[in-house]
């Protein structure tokens, strides 16, 4: 099975969560999130009113903030839930576990996805953190230039495992 740009999203958005301080399966909720919400949005689709856009003073002094159903991670927003004890995070009222991550995005790569994981990873060191917290510079300059390679390169390892 090939690794398309939706499992890039996934993988690349998990990356960058765990680098901002989410837990690993937080992250990897979050990153399976912003997958379906990009998928999503690319169609064209209402999603309910969002609260206020916070003020980029706000963002680098509270990078992660939440409230009682959000979850801004810079200056995007995704709502959440508790599921366990952990914050999982919920689109379209379905929560996005490690078990979806593992089921949707990591079973694309094979044996292969901890090599790519390493990869995404260490690509998103490369990139300062304001970067990280704008939803706009993380899809512009991190997942679009490189979204397409990465999708043949993983696809080529994962075929190769």
């Known amino acids: 099975m090939a690794v ?3 499992q890039v999203m996934a993988t690349l958005q998990a990356a960058r969560a765990l ?4 837990s690993e399966p937080e992250a990897k909720s979050w990153g399976l ?6 998928a999503a949005a690319k169609r064209g689709f209402r999603e309910k009113a969002l609260p206020r856009r916070r003020e980029w003073s706000e963002i680098l002094q ?12 810079g200056d995007e927003m995704a709502y959440k839930a508790k599921r366990e004890g952990k914050t999982y995070f919920t689109i379209g ?11 949707q995005i990591e079973s694309r790569f094979g044996k292969a996805f901890a ?9 998103i060191k490369q990139f300062p953190r304001e970067v990280l917290l704008s939803q706009s510079a993380f899809y512009e300059e991190v997942y679009k230039p490189r979204r397409d390679d990465l999708a043949a390169k993983w696809t080529e390892i994962a075929k190769s495992s």
């Open 19 to 22: 680098a901002l301080g989410l």
């Open 33 to 38: 999130n912003r997958a379906i919400f990009y």
């Open 62 to 73: 509270k990078p992660v903030h939440e409230t009682r159903e959000a979850y801004f991670l």
């Open 4 to 6: 398309g740009r939706f």
């Open 93 to 103: 009222g379905e929560i996005q576990t490690e078990s979806e991550f593992q089921r």
């Open 115 to 123: 090599k790519a994981w390493k990869e995404a990873l260490a690509l």
